[in-house]
């Protein structure tokens, strides 16, 4: 199988990460717990370590601020619904994924915020000064992504992070497509909070993810219970990362998680970013040699992560991902990509469309695996 499905969730993992999975499980996997056993303390070290290297990552204002969660959806979850009140505007764009327009919809819908949503410009971007000018009196948020999961488009999140700040309001950031191919400094791009996967490009396994939570942001509860100390509180204590952390972790994962943000740093993310966005641009090319196939989203590589989404004059996305699956054994995402609104607005809703995305692991070969089926298919 030729794997390129990588926005949904990055495969293979590096061997380090399935190292780090079998010598975790077999040894230390333990629940964690701040006054126990050596193996539960070892659990909990495995806790720390990785938010240490996040912290490091992402140049946050402390690890105890990486809240870890089930992937990114869970992390967007809390941050919305933890900061929101009665009455609060809320700017957002028509390049989200489900996970934030659908609580924010349903927030809207039971009356208890408003919302703009702002659409991007015909390559698929987010124009700043467009923010500036939606900001009313009330508005309390900013919940954009860092860049579109359909279109593979990065967001000017500098430029709106220094107008939410102007502004004295908080930004959300939706990093699922770019934790670990865009480098990100949540300091300097005024990012209050940033929800990410640990799944894709962290290259962590599935169930992993996190919410980093800044100075500014003041988060209600998530879920309440054990924290693996403070039992003795009659209420969840107040510190973070336990606040929002209740219950037990996925430890497991966690510890994978480390090994795959260590293999990125090893590895220099502008690198993996590089190698991505040109089998992207090898891709295109050669959809533009075929003939027949659209693509969607501008062409400035350097504003793009590796992910490239097309349809086919001839065929449906769904048919045409059954046949590359069936007949080629090659993994793509046909469909609309939890992403109904930018493909609207793209012109592609219902049918959606193809959407390829090679990772740190993808090779030229398979690229030109991918066009030679394309044209086959399209012959
Ligand atoms: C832009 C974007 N946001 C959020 C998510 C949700 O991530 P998860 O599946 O980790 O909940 C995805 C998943 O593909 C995504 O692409």
């Given at each position: 199988m030729i794997y390129l499905d990588n926005a949904a969730t990055s495969f293979p993992k590096p061997e380090s990460v399935y190292q780090a999975l079998d010598r975790f499980a077999r040894t230390e996997l333990a629940n964690p717990g701040r006054a126990g056993h050596k193996m539960a303390l070892a659990a909990e070290r495995a806790l720390d370590d990785c938010r240490h290297l996040l912290n490091q990552f992402f140049h946050g204002e402390g690890p105890e601020r990486f809240v870890f969660t089930l992937n990114c959806t869970d992390a967007l979850n809390m941050a919305m619904k933890g900061v929101l009140a009665e009455g609060d505007h809320v700017i957002t764009t028509d390049l989200e994924h489900n996970s934030v327009s659908r609580p924010l919809r349903a927030m809207e819908l039971a009356g208890r915020i408003s919302l703009t949503r702002l659409k991007a410009d015909a390559g698929g971007t987010i124009d700043p000064d467009a923010v500036r000018k939606a900001i009313t009196p009330r508005t309390r948020l900013i919940a954009q992504t860092h860049a579109s999961n359909v279109l593979g488009t990065v967001q000017p999140i500098a430029d709106i992070g220094t107008i939410a700040r102007e502004h004295d309001l908080l930004f959300l950031v939706d990093a699922a497509q770019t934790a670990g191919v865009i480098p990100i400094d949540v300091q300097t791009l005024h990012i209050d909070l940033l929800a990410f996967p640990g799944?894709?490009?962290?290259?962590?396994?599935?169930g992993t993810g996190a919410l980093y939570v800044g100075p500014r942001a003041k988060v209600g509860a998530w879920r309440e219970g054990g924290t693996g100390g403070d039992s003795s509180s009659e209420t969840q204590p107040r510190e973070f990362p336990h606040f929002l952390e209740g219950g037990t972790p996925n430890v497991l994962g966690v510890a994978g998680l480390g090994a795959g943000i260590r293999y990125v740093m090893e590895e220099e993310i502008e690198k993996i970013h590089r190698h991505e966005a040109e089998l992207a641009e090898r891709l295109w090319r050669r959809l533009d040699e075929i003939g027949g196939y659209e693509v969607f989203g501008h062409r400035d590589m350097a504003r793009r992560v590796g992910t490239l989404s097309f349809r086919s004059e001839a065929l449906p996305a769904a048919e045409l991902g059954g046949i590359l699956d069936q007949a080629f054994d090659i993994a793509v995402r046909p469909g609309l990509h939890c992403a109904p609104y930018i493909h609207r607005s793209i012109g592609t809703f219902p049918d959606g469309a193809v959407r390829v995305s090679p990772g740190a692991f993808n090779t030229k070969d398979d690229i030109d695996h991918l066009a030679r089926a394309l044209a086959e298919i399209g012959a």
């Open positions: 799944h894709k490009s962290l290259m962590g396994p599935t």
